[in-house]
């Protein structure tokens, strides 16, 4: 079993920064990827941003340029910094964890990011 704890979200004006946080436990195994999706209200999930154990980053098109992400492998969590944010960003954020040795997926509860115009 894995759990996946998000930390941070909230509001901000456009233009702003936020951060999140999501620490793994659990049979997460040594080589793993962690990263971040999103549901935004009528809207597919979207992937915001992947790095794995290695850290090999893959960003969706829509945050390339603008959000960052990062992990510390000593204690299993996952960062985003997200800049220059826009309303279209508001969504739920989603932490995402993938084991490669069985390619499956876990996933967390979600932090709610809303970007004000």
């Known amino acids: 079993q894995v759990q996946l704890v998000e930390s941070g979200g909230g509001f901000v004006q456009a233009g702003g920064s936020l951060g999140l946080s999501c620490t793994a436990s659990?049979?997460?195994?040594?080589?793993?990827?962690l990263g971040w999706h999103r549901e935004a209200p009528g809207k597919p999930r979207e992937l915001v941003a992947t790095?794995?154990?290695?850290?090999?980053?893959n960003y969706g098109d829509s945050v390339k340029g603008r959000f960052t992400i990062s992990r510390d492998n000593a204690k299993n969590t996952v960062f985003l910094q997200m800049s220059s944010l826009k309303p279209e960003d508001t969504a739920v954020y989603i932490c995402?964890?993938?084991?490669?040795?069985?390619?499956?997926?876990?996933w967390g509860s979600g932090t709610q990011v809303t970007v004000s115009s």
């Open positions: 659990g049979s997460i195994s040594k080589f793993n990827t």
């Open positions: 790095v794995s154990t290695g850290g090999n980053t």
């Open positions: 995402n964890l993938r084991r490669l040795i069985d390619k499956r997926d876990y």
